[in-house]
């Protein structure tokens, strides 16, 4: 489909006795199908469910099939399949895509979204999952409306920053995020949107989360902690408040108070796009783009890009995304 080679370099995860290695490799480039688009990936965002994946991908490498990386992505149109609409060779696109870490990725055309005028790869490639799962996770599952207060942990990350910005444009009230290091990320998290910064360092936070929301609780979470955060979460939700469990980052086994579930009915929802078939995973994107993609064309949602690296460096990009300092988005540029 007029691309001059068969073969591309792209980026796995490769078993090993303590754990898997990023190694590139040569792979055949898939011509598009009907319906799907061949990207030319200019930018790759990173995420920490490689980290996890890593850690899982023990033994011989031989026995062990490696774990293509890369979850989105920002490029230009390289080849159109037949019956694709709206969309032309040399359109710079952004998007979830499975294997994105890569030279070439083919996909659904309903994966894609334009990329909005002036704005870098780098920063392209800091939206696509991010602000679909920020945007699945409060809009879609958490059915927030306006006037509702809601709390994200994490709130430095990359579903942190997100949620912060889509529960301040969509009129929540208070927005609270949760940190453990408010003196170096409180005030970006406050310019962000938050109106509160929560310290989970202090036993006590809950009481904190009580008192700005006079005494009644959130009444929407979107966690990406997990297991430390669990009790914590539900003493600081409001009577019939929602959790939406997106990520499990500090752990994913803990303690459930059955009673306080019970007399709060409070509601825990949990979110992944592993168990999604494509046509779940694309209506997600498209839900998103028909929400949200007239405030990033205007400018009141924002990509939060922390720092970019060459592809070429991606172990040392995963070791600043492990040094937890980040505020945002780090993507690697190929």
């Known amino acids: 489909m007029g691309i001059n080679s068969t073969d591309m370099k792209a980026l796995f995860v490769v078993a090993g006795p303590e754990g898997g290695a990023f190694e590139f490799r040569q792979v055949s480039v898939e011509d598009p199908d009907p319906g799907q688009v061949l990207v030319k990936v200019r930018a790759s965002g990173l995420n920490r469910g490689v980290l996890m994946v890593m850690d899982a991908l ?3 490498p031989s026995q062990v099939n490696p774990v293509p990386a890369g979850v989105e992505f920002a490029g230009e149109i390289h080849a159109l399949g037949e019956d694709v609409k709206n969309l032309s060779v040399g359109d710079r696109v952004m998007g979830r895509g499975r294997a994105s870490t890569a030279e070439y990725v083919t996909l659904d055309a309903g994966f894609l979204v334009p990329v909005p005028d002036g704005w870098s790869w780098e920063e392209a490639a800091a939206v696509p999952n991010v602000f679909i799962t920020s945007h699945d996770a409060i809009v879609t599952n958490g059915r927030l409306q306006t006037g509702e207060s809601l709390m994200v942990t994490a709130g430095s990350s990359g579903i942190g920053t997100a949620s912060i910005q889509i529960a301040r444009l969509l009129g929540a009230k208070p927005v609270l995020a949760t940190t453990r290091s ?4 409180g005030d970006e998290l406050r310019a962000l949107g938050a109106d509160i910064v929560v310290d989970t360092t202090q036993p006590d936070w809950p009481d904190a989360v ?9 009444d929407l979470i979107v966690d990406t902690v997990g297991a430390p955060l669990l009790a914590g979460n539900l003493e600081a939700l409001a009577l019939c408040g929602r959790m939406i469990d997106v990520g499990r980052t500090g752990g994913r086994v803990a303690d459930l ?3 306080l579930l019970a007399s709060k009915r409070l509601s825990l929802i949990g979110v992944t796009f592993r168990t999604r078939t494509e046509e779940e995973d694309i209506a997600c994107s498209t839900s998103f783009a028909d929400d949200l993609m007239p405030a990033f064309n205007d400018g009141r949602l924002r990509p939060v890009l922390y720092r970019s690296f060459p592809w070429e460096d991606i172990e040392a990009a995963y070791e600043s995304m492990t040094n937890d300092t980040h505020i945002g988005k780090i993507v690697v540029v190929l």
């Open 58 to 60: 023990r033994g011989d």
């Open 257 to 259: 108070d059955l009673n």
């Open 210 to 218: 009580l008192e700005a929301t006079g005494g009644r609780g959130v």
């Open 182 to 185: 408010p003196d170096s990320k």
